[in-house]
């Protein structure tokens, strides 16, 4: 299974970017998984930044990026987004997308032991 991270970039305060992240493997039904988007600061830990059910039809945010960021899914493309409105320098990070262990199930939540795969990453950089 391969997950893979695009879009990241350079971009000022309060523009926006929006991540792509596409999945591939034979055995790797995208359709079946939740996704989520973490991120990791300079000198910080990873972090949840926002997920997505299987179906598309329900997100979960963390508070700092809510009314900001917005999660969604392409089924047909094998692919997960997340559109980045209002950037703030605070949120320049590595930021990677991961499917979590368990197939279908509600909103897939934030604890990083929950995921199984993991994409390679793209940094976003916000200049102030």
Do not use: H
């Not at 930044?49 to 047909?76: E, L, P, Q």
């Amino acid at each position: 299974v391969q997950l893979q991270a695009s879009g990241g970039g350079l971009v000022q305060a309060g523009g926006s970017l929006r991540l792509s992240c596409t999945a591939s493997g034979r055995t790797f039904s995208f359709s079946n998984y939740g996704m989520a988007w973490f991120r990791q600061a300079p000198g910080k830990e990873r972090e949840f930044v926002a997920a997505i059910r299987w179906n598309g039809f329900n997100t979960y945010y963390a508070d700092a990026v809510k009314g900001r960021f917005t999660i969604s899914r392409d089924n047909a493309k094998n692919t997960v987004y997340l559109q980045m409105n209002g950037l703030k320098p605070e949120d320049t990070a590595v930021y990677y997308c991961a499917a979590p262990y368990v197939q279908y199930g509600g909103v897939p939540g934030g604890r990083e032991n929950d995921y199984s795969y993991w994409g390679q990453g793209t940094l976003v950089t916000v200049s102030s």
